[in-house]
């Protein structure tokens, strides 16, 4: 079955850098890549996803990118402020591959200091 | 907005009690799923369901059972509760054709501890 490996578990940034959180995959069938993200004590939110027909999706200032050769993804969120600090959890699956639900990662805390 | 409720924030429960955790989503969604989740871990399917009396093993099944006697109720059950149980669940429910492709839409979450 699917494997989805998270890196790094914890992150810590200055507020108006960058974050960068990346997943990899282990089943070359899977298609769709969602991301949450949960907040302290709130449950966990759909942020953005992607499909594997396209290599990229931006929302304002978050992004993911997906390079299916490789078998990796990752969120990308630029000019990051507090109201960013959560942990975010990549998932992978099989669209189309019958009752097959999503395997999530283990998650990122990320931590953006004022 | 969806909104999928749990019947009950915190349990305090003893070893080897019978617990039930209770989901009722209000949107008609076919998909519910059980989620565990633990510092480290990430979020662990239990169990989950496509269809009423339907139901599907997840990845840690073992010491669950579920039960989906209608469309917006799936409930948890753990017959014999023990210490190694004390965790977050998580229910979550979907809308999709395909119970791998909706967004998820989870509850607030019951935080179960075990003595």
Partial sequence: ?????????????????????????SDSASNYFPWYKQELGKRPQLIIDIRSNVGEKKDQRIAVTLNKTAKHFSLHITETQPEDSAVYFCAATTRGGGNTPLVFGKGTRLSVIA | ??????????????????????????????????????????????????????KEKGDIPEGYSVSREKKERFSLILESASTNQTSMYLCASSDSDLINTGELFFGEGSRLTVL
Avoid at chain 1, 16 to 24: F, M, P
Avoid at chain 2, 20 to 48: A, K, S, T
Wanted: glycine share 6%.
């Fill in chain 1, 1 to 25: 079955g699917e494997n989805v490996e998270q890196h790094p578990s914890t992150l810590s940034v200055q507020e108006g850098d960058s974050a960068v959180i990346k997943c990899t995959y």
């Fill in chain 2, 1 to 54: 907005d969806v909104k999928v409720t749990q019947s009950s924030r915190y349990l305090v429960k003893r070893t080897g009690e019978k617990v039930f955790l209770e989901c009722v989503q209000d949107m008609d969604h076919e998909n519910m799923f059980w989620y565990r989740q633990d510092p480290g871990l990430g979020l662990r399917l239990i169990y989950f369901s496509y269809d009423v009396k339907m």
